[in-house]
């Protein structure tokens, strides 16, 4: 049979308030890192992306952090709503391809 | 465009058939990937496709397991013979680069379950 899984990471926030979901890379090499929402039942959808020339970047209710000191990377939702629902991955340029982190389920209450 | 497409969607069989799992990338996409996604390992890279030619398979998990694409519309991975540690969710997905800046589309994925 199956083997009993992990539990993902969980956020559970208020409808409207902001959410941040952190991620830790391992490549200190990685200069390429992209963040990922996965709806239940459906394959991950690109959010946001940052190179490792920038520290921020903003896009509409998100902004993506990158601390390349201490290998950290943060998602930021403002105004979180039911629709944000889902789980969050990061994935980070890895030896030229793309590799997923463990990913954080973020549950929005209204 | 309609997106990235995989088929079946749900695919239940027996411990030692043969599954073959089926993806039509994006058109104009040169890269195609196969993941597996399990809640013990998360979502693994298995194999990824340049213009059709096999780039990097070292994450693909033993013999059992093939990947194929004939042309550029249309790719498949094989499980021969199946086990139930096979049972997991497997995405194709496509880019236009190899780090999908913009990032890869992802097809809705092929759920597998070995009994």
């Known amino acids: 049979g199956e083997s009993v899984g992990l539990h993902l990471p969980t956020l559970s926030v208020q409808e409207g308030d902001n959410s941040i979901i952190n991620c830790a890379y391992s490549?200190?090499?990685?200069?390429?890192f992209i963040w990922y929402k996965q709806e239940s039942g459906k394959g991950p959808q690109f959010i946001i992306d940052i190179r490792s020339n920038m520290d921020k970047r903003q896009g509409q209710r998100v902004t993506v952090l990158l601390n390349k000191t201490v290998k950290h990377l943060s998602l930021q939702i403002a105004a979180t709503q039911p629709g944000d629902s889902a789980v969050y991955f990061c994935?980070?340029?890895?030896?030229?391809?793309?590799?997923f982190g463990q990913g954080t389920e973020l549950s929005v209450k209204p | 465009d309609a997106g990235v497409i995989q088929s079946p969607r749900h695919e239940v069989t027996e411990m030692g058939q043969e599954v073959t799992l089926r993806c039509k990338p994006i058109?104009?996409?040169?890269?195609l990937f196969w993941y597996r996604q399990t809640m013990m390992r998360g979502l693994e890279l298995l194999i990824y496709?340049?213009?059709?030619?096999?780039?990097?398979d070292s994450g693909m998990p033993e013999d059992r397991f093939s990947a194929k694409m004939p042309n550029a519309s249309f790719s498949t991975l094989k499980i021969q013979p199946s086990e139930p540690r096979d049972s997991a969710v497997y995405f194709c997905?496509?880019?236009?680069?190899?780090?999908?800046?913009?990032?890869?589309?992802f097809g809705s994925g092929t759920r597998l379950t070995v009994v």
């Open positions: 997905a496509s880019s236009l680069t190899a780090l999908g800046e913009v990032g890869y589309t």
């Open positions: 994935a980070e340029n890895k030896e030229g391809k793309l590799i």
């Open positions: 058109s104009g996409h040169d890269y």
């Open positions: 496709f340049n213009n059709n030619v096999p780039i990097d």
């Open positions: 490549n200190s090499a990685s200069d390429y």
